[in-house]
Nanobody, 123 residues
Framework: QVQLVESGGGLVQAGGSVRLSCAAS????????MGWFRQAPGKEREFVAA????????YYGSSVKGRLTISRDSAKKTVYLQMNSLKPEDTAVYSC????????????????WGQGTQVTVSS
């Protein structure tokens, strides 16, 4: 079992920045990829970014590439999502997830999910 707890969401103005955190506990994560997904009201869940825990390889969704950075702190078992140049269309619930694979952008591949954290970007 893997438990995930997100934090760091809130209200931010357009053009601003926010950093989300995802603290993991439970089994070792060396065989896992950690992903961030988001879902806005009335829209489908969207892949944002992922990082392979062992190698630290990173992957980004096309709509956020260049503005977001995913990273991990192995000692703290925490994954971060740094979001810059935020736009109102970035408003969504952001969820952290873990999958026992090297990489995936499909939410159905992820076995463990956090509760989500709301990010609201005002114009």
């Amino acid at each position: 079992q893997v438990q995930l707890v997100e934090s760091g969401g809130g209200l931010v103005q357009a053009g601003g920045s926010v950093r989300l955190s995802c603290a993991a506990s439970g089994r070792t994560l060396s065989n896992y990829v950690m992903g961030w997904f988001r879902q806005a009201p009335g829209k489908e869940r969207e892949f944002v970014a992922a990082i392979s825990w062992a190698a630290g390889s990173t992957y980004y969704g096309s709509s956020v590439k260049g503005r977001l950075t995913i990273s991990r702190d192995s000692a703290k078992k925490t994954v971060y999502l740094q979001m810059n140049s935020l736009k109102p269309e970035d408003t969504a619930v952001y969820s952290c997830a873990a999958a026992r694979t090297y990489y995936s952008s499909r939410y159905s591949d992820y076995d463990y999910w956090g509760q989500g954290t709301q990010v609201t970007v005002s114009s």
